[in-house]
């Protein structure tokens, strides 16, 4: 029933794990789970072809998904505040982005 949505923002609510139910979300274009307790980027966020923004800033990820580089329109990335190691710079996410400079990892 919410198949078109565009914009989702579920911040501070605690949530561990990213539900299943967004990857149904085709036509979403920002996503924003900061301020959360997310330990890993859920798979199924690959088939939120449309996904422009995504922001999770303030959680407990400890490494970014390869196939995020993967995601045709995505433009902005937000993950400071997290446990990330050092993002490998041939990563295709760190290339994306870094030309973009619409990385936030700080």
Not at 5 to 20: G, M, S, T, V
Not at 34 to 45: F, G, P, T, W, Y
Not at 63 to 90: A, D, F, H, I
Request: proline share 2%; net charge positive; charged share 30%.
């Amino acid at each position: 029933k919410c198949k078109y949505l565009k914009k989702l923002h579920l911040r501070a609510i605690q949530l561990e794990d990213i539900p299943n139910w967004i990857g149904g979300l085709s036509y979403l274009e920002e996503l924003d789970l900061s301020d959360n307790q997310i330990s890993e980027i859920n798979i199924l966020l690959r088939f939120c072809h449309r996904l422009k923004k995504l922001y999770l800033k303030d959680n407990k990820l400890k490494e970014l998904p390869t196939w995020l580089g993967e995601l045709k329109y995505l433009e902005e990335l937000s993950v400071s505040n997290n446990l990330l190691k050092m993002l490998n710079k041939k990563s295709r996410i760190f290339k994306k982005f870094y030309k973009n400079k619409n990385l936030d990892m700080l």
